[in-house]
């Protein structure tokens, strides 16, 4: 049966080419007998013709199919993260999601950013947090837009851009709203201090202390809300487009955010030793600023590590973050329990804790205001110590989720490749074949002598 094909393969005029008019062989009917190979009827080949022809033989067999490999891999690489694209119906689904996301999303922002300008314009007496709610409201109005419209028209920029922008989003929103509940009371308290000694601008705003505590905790509550939905709204995004594109984007997005955090770490350090004469603070400032270094070099490892798509490299990055999350969690908590022990200590030790504080502080003849003073910077610190954890954690996620995605890529491209070479074995051993029979035609045998002597030789291959 393998003799018959192999004859199949090579019968007469097998090495002509394709789409081309095939000669008749010395194996069809009533062809003449081929001439005896002689010396005097054919010339030696000259060296520099065997030469060149063997340079090109080389060129075809090796450099050609390597080249063809590598051009099927390329096109491999382009359509392999096509694996999970949605079916039509998921698809839509997914997109109908997306846009009413973006819709009650957009409402939410809408009712967030109109409070916020409220109190900027009638609250005139610190209007810095309502100024700093409406601008990251009028961010996430236009981010709801760009999902709206992306997924309206399936463009895959807009997706990218608004995955980008949401993920930002989604920290910023988390960091404005908890900042702005925490702070409430310290700010209704200055508030209502400000009125009592008759300051212009506190006088002037026509917002009372319990209408400015219940807009704020109002604003608060709307940005926290968003957060999740702005989560889900990027999880979603991601699956119009494919889990590589979504976690790479979602990684350089975090990486990116993580340099500004490195550099404020540095300038808190060089504002300690510039502004505080004491060797404990040195020590401190110097602590301070090593972290931020450390901080930027992560995120400088992370992002090009997800650039060039190296595992190495973000297992490097993912470790120091996860030992760095038990840290500041660990530190939050002592911060937290420290608040509930300053109220104590204050109690007992208000006489003498007074005498060392300076005489220009108002804390100093107000135990209440002094107790609110320790309590809020406490608290600002287990704040930013748990914020700072959970967008680390973020980090190691997304980390975790690129090594993963970066390693079911590695097996796929292995096995295509290893598929790809046995294909390109047996083209090429099909050209060697067809090479050989040729050759032993033109050195003067019958087409069916040569086909048997190739298929002897390549069958003791």
């Known amino acids: 049966m393998a003799k018959t094909k192999y004859k199949q393969k090579y ?4 090495a002509a080419k394709k789409g081309e008019q095939k000669k008749q062989t010395r194996s069809a009917a009533n062809a003449p007998k081929a001439p ?8 030696a080949p000259s060296l520099k013709k065997q030469k060149s022809t063997s340079t090109g033989a080389w060129l075809r067999n090796t450099l050609l199919p390597k080249a063809k490999m590598e051009v099927q891999l390329n096109h491999l690489m382009e359509t392999l993260h096509e694996r999970e694209k949605l079916s039509d ?12 996301q973006s819709y009650g999303l957009f409402f939410l922002s809408a009712v967030w950013t109109g409070l916020s300008f409220y109190l900027l314009f009638e609250q005139k007496f610190d209007p810095t947090s309502a100024t700093v709610q409406a601008g990251v409201g009028c961010v996430a109005l236009i981010a709801n837009l760009m999902g709206i419209l992306g997924a309206k028209f399936e463009s895959d920029n807009l997706l990218i851009s608004y995955l980008s922008l949401m993920t930002c989003l989604v920290l910023v929103t988390l960091l404005v709203g908890t900042y702005g509940i925490v702070v409430t009371p310290q ?69 990116i955010l993580m340099f500004p955090i490195g550099c404020i770490f540095i300038a808190g350090g060089v504002f300690i030793i510039q502004n505080l004469q004491d060797p404990t603070s040195a020590i401190t400032a ?27 490299m973000l297992l490097l990055f993912q ?50 205001l002094f107790g609110e003073f320790l309590e809020n910077n406490l608290q600002m610190i287990a704040f930013g110590c ?36 046995l294909v390109l074995g047996e083209e090429e051993a099909h050209r060697e074949e067809l090479q050989s029979v040729a050759r032993l035609e033109q050195q003067g045998l019958s087409h069916s002598q040569a086909v048997q002597q190739t298929h002897q030789k390549y069958q003791k291959k």
Not at 11 to 14: F, I
Not at 89 to 100: G, L, M, P, Q
Not at 386 to 395: A, D, E, P
């Open 319 to 368: 470790w120091p973050v996860l030992i760095s999350i038990i840290f500041l969690f660990a530190f939050g908590v002592w911060a937290s329990v420290q608040a509930d022990v300053v109220k104590q200590t204050l109690e007992t030790q208000w006489e003498d804790i007074r005498k060392f504080l300076p005489t220009t502080f108002e804390g100093r003849y107000d135990k209440v």
């Open 286 to 312: 110097l602590f301070i600023f090593a972290i931020g270094c450390g901080i930027i070099m992560l995120a400088v490892l992370g992002y090009f590590g997800t650039v060039i798509h190296s595992r190495g």
């Open 89 to 100: 119906e998921d698809f839509k689904a997914v997109k109908s999601t997306i846009v009413r």
């Open 386 to 421: 748990f914020y700072t954890g959970i967008f680390f954690l973020f980090c190691s996620f997304g980390a975790g989720l690129m090594r993963q995605e970066i390693k079911t890529e590695h097996h796929i491209l292995k096995a295509a490749e290893k598929q790809l070479t």
């Open 187 to 255: 700010n209704v308290r200055a508030y209502e201090l400000a009125r009592e000694r008759g300051s212009s601008l506190a006088l002037s705003s026509t917002v009372t202390p319990d209408q400015l505590k219940l807009l704020s905790y109002v604003i608060g509550a709307l940005s926290i809300i968003q957060v999740p939905l702005q989560g889900y709204s990027v999880k979603n995004a991601g699956k119009m487009l494919t889990t590589m594109r979504a976690v790479t984007n979602f990684m350089e997005t975090l990486t």
């Open 11 to 14: 019968g007469a005029g097998g």
């Open 36 to 43: 005896k190979a002689s010396s005097n009827a054919r010339k």
